[in-house]
């Protein structure tokens, strides 16, 4: 849910989250469209529980003296190459920029769907995080520039515990190892795209 997830990249403060959240939600709500009635009220509650746990995560944010340094931003890093990779750009965006209370900076990307890794060890090698990573190592998100990196991580807003109301699962930051086999894996990927044909696997 775009409009609810939305709320939480902004800047807003974690009153207007908590308290006036769903009125912002709500105005914005006929821009959507729904194939039946039913299915309307189920997204509505849907997208009125997802800003609760939204609110949830900042209040709790903010009670462990964490900051948004930035929300939104997008990056871009031209990797180092040779003749055989040729120029390799990674871009995205970031949802999240936060500075915690140890003065370390996570890179945090939401998510809202019901299979997202949930735990430390299933982020261990997550593509994405480890590409937001790389984008702070090279000081492409301009706000986290010289700041210590704390990792990345997910918040998911819909874990499978019933007893919690979000999952944080942390990628660590950069070991020589991890960096060395994620671009292993990006130069990988760059070959591929770029050659005239390859092989899709099938069973």
Known sequence: MEIATHCARSRATIRRLDASAWRAVSARWSELEFESAWRERAERMRARDLVRRLARYLRDFERDGGRLLGAEPRFEVELAHDDADGRIVLRGAVDRV?????????????????REPQTDRAVTHHAQLAAYQLAHEHGAIPAAAGLPPGG???????PTAATKDYAAPRQPPFGDDERVGFLGRVR?????MAGSSFEAPFE
């Open 98 to 114: 936060e500075l915690r209370a140890d003065g370390s900076v996570v890179i945090v990307d939401l998510k809202t769907g019901k």
């Open 152 to 158: 990345a991580m997910l918040l998911v807003l819909r």
């Open 188 to 192: 990988g990927a760059a070959r591929v």
